[in-house]
Structures are given as structure tokens and as C-alpha cells.
């Protein structure tokens, strides 16, 4: 899977730490494979507010299992925790149904 991310520039940061938001960089917490966020300490728990499964692979360390089609430029991509566009190059959208993580192939079913 080859992909090509646009990452969030300083100013980017800035307007979003502006407005109260967090730009999410990911780390892995613990054995469970979940996620938290170094910037803002958020992270995934069982009350609903779960960033998502660590990611190996994807450019922003969370699991993906859907795409979007662009119409009519052809592109597909998927959108990352901070709404970058990460394009997906040579992705024929096989697995979508599946929900398999795009990047790593991890269920999004587990235990
Ligand atoms: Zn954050
Ligand atoms: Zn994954």
C-alpha cells in the first residue's frame, strides 16, 4: 500500500491550538493496542470516546477500514484524525466490505 499524506503545516497548528483544538499525535498505549494522544492525553476507553486501534502502518497510527472516492479526479482516500487527506495510491478498495484496516489488514473486531 503505497499513500501520500499532506502533513499539517506550524501555522495549521497554530490556527487549530487557536481555536482550542488538538492536532492528535498518536502513540500506542499498552498491551490492548489502544491509542493516546501525546498532545491532549486523550485516548480510547470503553465509555465511548476511543481514538481507534494503533496502526503500525497508516500515516497518522490509527486504523482505517473505509475510503472515499473522489469523483471525477479518481482519487481515493481516507481522512485522518485531523482531517488531512491521506490519498491511497494503487488501493483497489477490495477489502472495504471486510472492514479490514486498509493499512495493516487488522480486524476492526478484536479482542
Ligand atoms: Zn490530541
Ligand atoms: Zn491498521
Redesign the pocket.
Known amino acids: 500500500m503505497k499513500y501520500k499524506i499532506i502533513p499539517m503545516s506550524e501555522k495549521e497548528k497554530t490556527l487549530k491550538s487557536l481555536r482550542g483544538e488538538c492536532w492528535h499525535e498518536i502513540v500506542k498505549r499498552g498491551e490492548f493496542g489502544g491509542v493516546r494522544c501525546i498532545n491532549c492525553d486523550h485516548w480510547g476507553d470503553k465509555q465511548g470516546k476511543s481514538l481507534g ?1 494503533f ?4 500515516p497518522d497510527h490509527i ?2 477500514y473505509k475510503s472515499v472516492y473522489d469523483y471525477p479526479s479518481g482519487l481515493r482516500y481516507v481522512i485522518s484524525i485531523n482531517g488531512e487527506k491521506i490519498i491511497l495510491k494503487n488501493y483497489s478498495g477490495k477489502h472495504e466490505s471486510l472492514d479490514w ?1 486498509i ?2 489488514d ?1 480486524p476492526e473486531e478484536r479482542k
Open positions: 486501534w496502526c503500525p502502518n497508516s486504523c482505517h484496516c493499512f495493516c487488522e
